[in-house]
C-alpha cells in the first residue's frame, strides 16, 4: 500500500481552530487581538494556521504571512514584515504606503529602486527615535489596510526571531493596539531552552490585555488512525495504528514520516531522514552528556535517577551535569519525582540503535543486573519485564530464558495476557539455543506451546494460537495422553470457526472421540462443556447431548458447575422455554459473581445481554453488555471473552434510539479490533447505521463487512445479517437488480428457516425488495419462508406484520401496515417503526385518508430528525410534497431538501438548459452539472427533469425562500 507524504485533513484540532475563528470574531469587532500558538516540531502548528487562514481569507478577512529564519539574533531584521509587506506591495502597489516609502525602505529595499526614486536607507542600525516612527508607520498602514477588511497578520516561527522583529510584535500588541487586527505567532516550544530569548518576551506578552495562549497537544490514539486513514487511503489495522502511536507519540509529522516509509504495521528501522532529524540536537550535546544519553537509551524512555546512577558509575556531579545538557536541549523532561523521561520516544530509539553492538549488549546487562539487585529501581511490578527485556537484549539466552517466563507469569497476574503471550514467544524463541532448557524451567517444551497457546487465545491473537496449536499436535502423544491431545484439537477448531477458515466439527468431533476412552474426572467434564458451548450454533441437537453428558458427569463427580460454560451451552435446549433461557443464564451470573470468576461472568454477560436484546428488554441489554465491557475491561479479555459485548452494547443502543452512543460503542469495538469473526458485528452493525444515515462512509464499511461472506465458513447468525446488509445497500443505491439477486441468495440460505431471529429481518428486506421491483417470484418465494418462520419474541411478531403488509395491497396494504405500525410500537425500535410509519402514510394516501397521511409522515419525519436518518428524512418530506403536506415535516421541506447549489441548477433546469448548458452558466464540469441533476430528481422523488421543474414550479422553490407555515 502507498502513503502520501502529507495528510490532507486537520484532525483533532478542532477546539484550537475554534479558538482562533473566536479570536478573529473579536478582533472583527474591533478588539485588538494576539494568539500565541505553541507546540514540539512536527506537532501541526503549520497545519493549523493553514487551515485557519483559509477559513479567515473564505470569511472575508486579509492574510499576511511572515516567517521568521533560522538566523538567530544576528539575522535579518524585521524578516517575516519584510515578506508581509512585501504581498502587500505586490498587490496594492508602492501607493499604499502614503508617500512613506523612503522610511519603509528600510523593511522593503526595493522600495528605494522603484519609480518614486527614494535613496537607500543607510545600513547603520535605527537609533531608537527613529525606530518608534517606522513602528508607528508600520501599525498605521496595519490600520488601513484593516479598515476595509478584518487583516490577520501570520508570523511563524518566533523561535528564531531576532530582536527587532520581537520588539515590532510587542508594539503592535502593547502600544499600537490597532483594531480589527488580528496577529497569530507560531513557535516551538522545545526550542525553548532555559536562556532562550523568547521565553521573557512570552512572559512579557501575556501580561498584555487580548493576548491568548494556544497549546497544540500530540494526537490521541484516534487522531494518529484518522491521519493514516487519509495517508493510505483506507482504514489502518488496529495493531497498525497501535504501533505507529506507541512510537510517534501522537506526533503528526513523526506518523507522516513512518506511514511513507513502508508499510506503517511494525516498520522496524527509521527512515535515514528522520533519524538524522532526530539525532541532530544530540549531536550539539557535550561528549560527557551524549555518552549518558546512550546509556539512558538502552534503559527504555522513562528512566529514575538512581537507576541511570548504578549504571552509568559516574560522579554524581558529572551525571548531574550530563542530564543538565540533555535537559536544557529538550531532549529529556525531568518530573518533580526525581524521574526522567526522553521528550520523544523516537528520539530515545534513534540514539539506541546508534549503539555499538559490544556497547548494547553491555549497557543491557548492566541494567539487568542494577534491576536484578534493586527491583525499586523500575516502577512497581514492571521489574519482571525489565529484567527479561535486558537479559534478552544482552543476548544471555540461559538468563533471558529464565527471566522471560517468570515475567509470562508475572504479566499473566496483571492480566496482561497479550505481554504474556509475547513472553512466552520468547521462551520458545531461546529453547533451542539453551540446552538445557527444560531442567531450567522445570516444563517440556509441549508445556509451553501450551502456556502460549492458552495466552495467545485469551488475549485474542488467534491466528497464532492456530498455528501454534499445529506444531503442539505434532509433539503430543495421542495414545499416552489423550485428553491432552483432545484439548488441543478442541482449541484448534474453534480457533478455526473464529477464524472462518472452517466449521471446526472434524476437530471437535475427534476431540470428543478421545475424550470418550476416558474415564470422567474434571478435566473431561470441562472439555465435554467446552466442546458443547462451540457447538451451540453449528449443531444445537448435538450440543445439548454433550452438554447433558457433561452435567451428568460433574454431578457424579461433585464437580462444581458455576465454571462451566456447560450452562452456557445448555442454553440450545432452553430456548424452547418462553424466556429463552433467560432463569438458567441469570443463575450462571449470579454463581460466576459469587465464586469471583471474572471470565466466567463475563461469558454469562455476553449470552444474557444477547438474549435479553432478542427478548426486546433493550435497555436490560445495553446495561447487562455495559458491564461486562468494563468486566472484560478489568481483566484483559475484551478480545477474546468480551470480543461481543461492545457490539452488544451497541445492537442495543441502536433498538433504543440512541444511534450516537451505539456508533461510539462501534468505534471503540475497532479500537479493540475483535479477531477473525468476532470482529464482523459490529462492522455490520455500523455499516447499517451509516446506510440508514447516508454516511459517506458507508460504502466502504459495506464492502468490508460483506466480504466476510467470501469466508470459507461463517456462523449462519453471522451470516443472515450481512444477506440482509447486501440486499439494504443495494436498496439504498437504488440497484434494484442488485437487491433482487441479493434476496434470492439470501432466501436460499439452508439455516434461514431456523433461525427467526436473524431470519426475519431477511425476509423484511426480501419483501421491501419484491414490492419496490415488482417481482411476483420473490414475494412468493419470501411468503412461503414467512409462513413456517416462528415468531417467539416482538421483533419478530413485528417483521412479520411488516413482511405481511410489504406482501398486501390495495385495502389489505392499509390494514397491514396499521397492525405492522401497532407491532413496531410494541416493540420499541423507533427507526423500523418510522419506516413502517412512512409506508403506512404511502398506504393511507391511496385510500384517501389525509389526516392519516400527516399524522403518519409528521411523526416519521419526527423520528428521523432526532436519529439522523437523512434517507428516512428525504423520504417522508418528498411524500408530504407529492401528497400535498406543508406542515407535516420540520420546516419547509423542498427548500430545505436541496442545497443553494441543487436550486440555482434546479432553477436552469427550469428553465430547459441542458448540462452542458448548466456547466457553462454555473462553472462547473459537465458531469458535476449531470451529478447536480440526478440529486435533485432523486430528491424531489420524480422520475425526470421535466417533473422536477414542474414540482419546482408548484411548490415555489425557484424563488425566494418563504418563512414554514
Known amino acids: 500500500m502507498t502513503a502520501r507524504t502529507a495528510s490532507t485533513v486537520l484532525v483533532g484540532r478542532q477546539p484550537e481552530l475554534a479558538a482562533l475563528r473566536d479570536a478573529l470574531a473579536r478582533a472583527r469587532a474591533g478588539e485588538p487581538t494576539t494568539v500565541l500558538v505553541g507546540g514540539e516540531a512536527g506537532v501541526g502548528k503549520t497545519r493549523l494556521v493553514e487551515e485557519f487562514g483559509r477559513s479567515a481569507t473564505d470569511a472575508g478577512a486579509r492574510l499576511l504571512v511572515g516567517q521568521c529564519l533560522e538566523l538567530g539574533e544576528a539575522g535579518l531584521p524585521f524578516a517575516p514584515f519584510a515578506a508581509a509587506l512585501r504581498a502587500v506591495l505586490r498587490r496594492d502597489g508602492p501607493g499604499v504606503f502614503d508617500g512613506y516609502e523612503a522610511e ?14 527614494v535613496a537607500a536607507p543607510a545600513p547603520a542600525p535605527l537609533s531608537d527615535a527613529p525606530r518608534g516612527y517606522l513602528f508607528d508607520l508600520v501599525a498605521e498602514l496595519f490600520q488601513r489596510l484593516a479598515a476595509g477588511q478584518p487583516l490577520v497578520l501570520l508570523i511563524e516561527d518566533l523561535h528564531w526571531a531576532d530582536r527587532s522583529t520581537r520588539d515590532l510584535i510587542a508594539f503592535l500588541v502593547r502600544a499600537a493596539r490597532t483594531a480589527r487586527l488580528l496577529l497569530v505567532c507560531t513557535y516551538r516550544t522545545d526550542e525553548l531552552h532555559r536562556g532562550h530569548p523568547l521565553r521573557p518576551f512570552l512572559a512579557e506578552l501575556d501580561r498584555a490585555r487580548g493576548v491568548e495562549r494556544v497549546e497544540l497537544g500530540r494526537l490521541d490514539r484516534d487522531g494518529t488512525g484518522a491521519i493514516l486513514a487519509d495517508l493510505l487511503g483506507a482504514e489502518p489495522l488496529a495493531r497498525a495504528v497501535d504501533d505507529i502511536h506507541q512510537r510517534t507519540q501522537g506526533n503528526p509529522f513523526f506518523i507522516e514520516e513512518l506511514a511513507a516509509a513502508g508499510d506503517p504495521i511494525g516498520c522496524a528501522a527509521l527512515p535515514e531522514t528522520l533519524r538524522d532529524l532526530l539525532l541532530a540536537r544530540v549531536d550539539r550535546l557535550p561528549d560527557p552528556a551524549q555518552r549518558v544519553l546512550r546509556i539512558a537509551a538502552a534503559g527504555g524512555t522513562r528512566f529514575a535517577h538512581q537507576l541511570i546512577a548504578e549504571v552509568a558509575g559516574l560522579p554524581e556531579s558529572e551525571l548531574e551535569d550530563a542530564l543538565r545538557a540533555a535537559v536544557a536541549a529538550q531532549l529529556v523532561v525531568a518530573d518533580p519525582e526525581g524521574d526522567y523521561e526522553f521528550r520523544h520516544a523516537l528520539v530515545r530509539e534513534a540514539v539506541h540503535d546508534e549503539l555499538l553492538p559490544g556497547e548494547h549488549a553491555r549497557l543491557h546487562a548492566r541494567f539487568a543486573a542494577a534491576i536484578e539487585a534493586q527491583p525499586h529501581l523500575v516502577v512497581a511490578g514492571r521489574a519482571p519485564a525489565e529484567i527479561a527485556h535486558h537479559w534478552y537484549a544482552a543476548h544471555d539466552h540461559p538468563r533471558a530464558l529464565v527471566t522471560a517466563r517468570t515475567a509470562a507469569c508475572a504479566a499473566a497476574d496483571r492480566y496482561a495476557y497479550a505481554e504474556q503471550s509475547r513472553l512466552l514467544e520468547r521462551v520458545l524463541e531461546l529453547w533451542e539455543l539453551v540446552p538445557d532448557a527444560a531442567e531450567r524451567l522445570g516444563m517440556d517444551h509441549l508445556a509451553v506451546l501450551e502456556e502460549t497457546i492458552a495466552a495467545a487465545t485469551t488475549a485474542g491473537d488467534y491466528q497464532r494460537a492456530l498455528t501454534l496449536t499445529r506444531a503442539a499436535l505434532a509433539e503430543v502423544d495421542t495414545d499416552a495422553e489423550p485428553l491432552r491431545a483432545a484439548r488441543l484439537l478442541d482449541r484448534r477448531g474453534r480457533m478455526l470457526a473464529m477464524l472462518g477458515k472452517s466449521d471446526g466439527m472434524a476437530e471437535l468431533r475427534e476431540a470428543y472421540r478421545l475424550a470418550s476412552g476416558v474415564a470422567d474426572g474434571p478435566e473431561r467434564v470441562r472439555l465435554l462443556a467446552d466442546i458443547a458451548a462451540h457447538l451451540i450454533r453449528i449443531d444445537p441437537e448435538q450440543a445439548g447431548a454433550l452438554a447433558a453428558e457433561a452435567t451428568a458427569a460433574a454431578e457424579v463427580l461433585g464437580e462444581d458447575l458455576e465454571l462451566l460454560p456447560t450452562r452456557i451451552a445448555m442454553l440450545c435446549r432452553a430456548y424452547r422455554t418462553p424466556d429463552l433461557g433467560l432463569a438458567e443464564l441469570r443463575r450462571a451470573e449470579a454463581r460466576a459473581r459469587a465464586a469471583g470468576n471474572a471470565p466466567a461472568l463475563v ?185 413456517g418462520l416462528p415468531t417467539r419474541c416482538p421483533a419478530e411478531r413485528a417483521h412479520a406484520a411488516q413482511v405481511g403488509a410489504l406482501l398486501s395491497a390495495g385495502d389489505d396494504a392499509l390494514a397491514g401496515w396499521r397492525t405492522a405500525v401497532a407491532a413496531w410500537r410494541a416493540d420499541g425500535q423507533p427507526y423500523p417503526l418510522g419506516r413502517a410509519l412512512l409506508a403506512l402514510a404511502e398506504a393511507a394516501a391511496g385510500a384517501g385518508e389525509r389526516d392519516e397521511v400527516a399524522a403518519a409522515v409528521g411523526e416519521a419525519a419526527a423520528i428521523a430528525g432526532r436519529l439522523g436518518a437523512t434517507p428516512l428524512a428525504e423520504q417522508a418530506a418528498a411524500l408530504a410534497r407529492r401528497v400535498g403536506l406543508r406542515g407535516a415535516t420540520r420546516g419547509r421541506p423542498g427548500a430545505d431538501l436541496l442545497t443553494a447549489r441543487e436550486r440555482e441548477v434546479l432553477r436552469l433546469v427550469a428553465e430547459g438548459h441542458s448540462n452542458s448548458r448548466i456547466a457553462e452558466q454555473l462553472f462547473i464540469s459537465p458531469k458535476t452539472a449531470s451529478v447536480h441533476v440526478s440529486r435533485i430528481i432523486a430528491k424531489l422523488d420524480v422520475s425526470n427533469r421535466v417533473e422536477a421543474a414542474a414540482l419546482a414550479h408548484r411548490l415555489g422553490l425557484l424563488g425566494e425562500p418563504t418563512a414554514p407555515r
Request: with cysteine; glycine share 8%; net charge negative.
Open 104 to 117: 519603509f525602505a528600510r523593511l522593503l529595499p526595493e522600495l528605494a529602486r522603484g519609480p518614486v526614486g
Open 603 to 787: 461469558s454469562a454477560l455476553v449470552h444474557l445481554s444477547d438474549v435479553l436484546f432478542e427478548l426486546g428488554r433493550y435497555a436490560e441489554s445495553a446495561d447487562a453488555a455495559a458491564a461486562g465491557v468494563s468486566e472484560a475491561r478489568r481483566v484483559g479479555i475484551s478480545r477474546s471473552t468480551g470480543a461481543y459485548l461492545l457490539s452488544n452494547q451497541a445492537e442495543a443502543l441502536i433498538a433504543l434510539g440512541r444511534w450516537d452512543e451505539a456508533d461510539a460503542a462501534c468505534a471503540e469495538a475497532a479500537r479493540i479490533d475483535p479477531p477473525g469473526v468476532s470482529g464482523l458485528h459490529w462492522l455490520q452493525l455500523r455499516a447499517n447505521l451509516r446506510l440508514a444515515r447516508a454516511h459517506p462512509g458507508a460504502d466502504e464499511l459495506v464492502g468490508r463487512a460483506l466480504a466476510f461472506l467470501g469466508r470459507p465458513f461463517l456462523w449462519p447468525n453471522h451470516r443472515l445479517p450481512l444477506w440482509e446488509l447486501r440486499i439494504e445497500a443495494a436498496l439504498a443505491a437504488d440497484d434494484r437488480a442488485e437487491a433482487v439477486r441479493a434476496a434470492h441468495a439470501a432466501l436460499a440460505d439452508e439455516r434461514l428457516p431456523q433461525l427467526p431471529r436473524e431470519g426475519w429481518p431477511v425476509l423484511s428486506a426480501a419483501a421491501r425488495t419484491a414490492a419496490r421491483a415488482g417481482d411476483p417470484e420473490l414475494a412468493a418465494a419470501v411468503s412461503a419462508l414467512a409462513a
